[in-house]
């Protein structure tokens, strides 16, 4: 167990739908990262945020967006789905900035969009 | 431009042989090399990272090898076990890039009995 947990652990829905995932990082990380896992795909980063702030972006389109809270749990928010959405998306946590270091992943939701 | 690539797409092996998956970078910025390793279903889970100031890391079955002027890492897994056959992920990262990961492709390892 990472402590990194991640909600809903599955998600159905329908093209055109939004959705929101959760997740809250281990217990004093301050930084949070999404990615997407298509099927038989590595993993592509979308966006990080650090205590509240966007700190980095990937390959995150622009329907999709996200935020870090006050208590530090972040969401993931994906909009105006498509078939080609459909993936695993994990969230990653870090207590390091400025300096790379180890990842923590939570267990991912799968997003099914039909 | 895929900054970390990975090979092979997928490795059979028989149980006790040695598994080996190689990554190469461009980027001479990097300076964090972790393996990840990925069951079905679950979330990736590091197995051991590297620096570029050395050149082999190694913990229990595990060994990181590190080639700075190729620009070359790999993985071996000394006497492959069933229990290690999952996919397995390098990746790089960078302080001025957030310290996000730029993950290898992955490579799917099945081990034998």
């Known amino acids: 167990d990472s402590g990194v947990t991640q909600t809903p652990k599955h998600l159905i829905t329908a093209t055109g739908q939004r959705v929101t995932l959760r997740c809250s990082p281990r217990?004093?990380?301050?930084?949070v990262y999404w990615y997407q896992q298509s099927l038989d795909q590595g993993l592509q980063f979308l966006i990080q945020?650090?205590?509240?702030?966007?700190?980095a972006k990937g390959n995150i389109l622009e329907r999709f967006s996200a935020q870090q809270f006050p208590d530090l749990h972040s969401e993931l928010n994906l909009s105006s789905l498509e078939l080609g959405d459909s993936a695993l998306y994990f969230c990653?946590?870090?207590?390091?900035?400025?300096?790379?270091?180890?990842?923590?992943f939570g267990p991912g939701t799968r997003l099914t969009v039909l | 431009q895929q900054q970390v690539k990975q090979s092979p797409q997928s490795l059979i092996v028989q149980k006790g042989g040695i598994s080996i998956i190689n990554c190469a970078y461009e980027?001479?910025?990097?300076?964090?090399f972790p393996w990840y390793q990925q069951f079905p279903g679950k979330g990736p889970a590091l197995l051991i990272a590297?620096?570029?100031?050395?050149s082999e890391k190694k913990e229990g079955r595990f060994t990181i090898s590190f080639n700075k002027s190729a620009k070359q890492f790999s993985l071996h897994i000394m006497d492959s076990q069933p229990g290690d056959s999952a996919t397995y992920f390098c990746?790089?990262?960078?302080?001025?890039?957030?310290?996000?990961?730029?993950f290898g492709s992955g490579t799917k390892l099945n081990v034998k009995p």
């Open positions: 945020y650090y205590n509240g702030e966007e700190r």
């Open positions: 980027n001479t910025a990097f300076d964090y």
């Open positions: 990653a946590s870090s207590g390091l900035v400025g300096g790379s270091g180890e990842q923590f």
């Open positions: 590297i620096r570029p100031d050395v």
């Open positions: 990746a790089a990262s960078k302080p001025s890039s957030g310290d996000k990961f730029y």
């Open positions: 217990s004093g990380d301050l930084s």
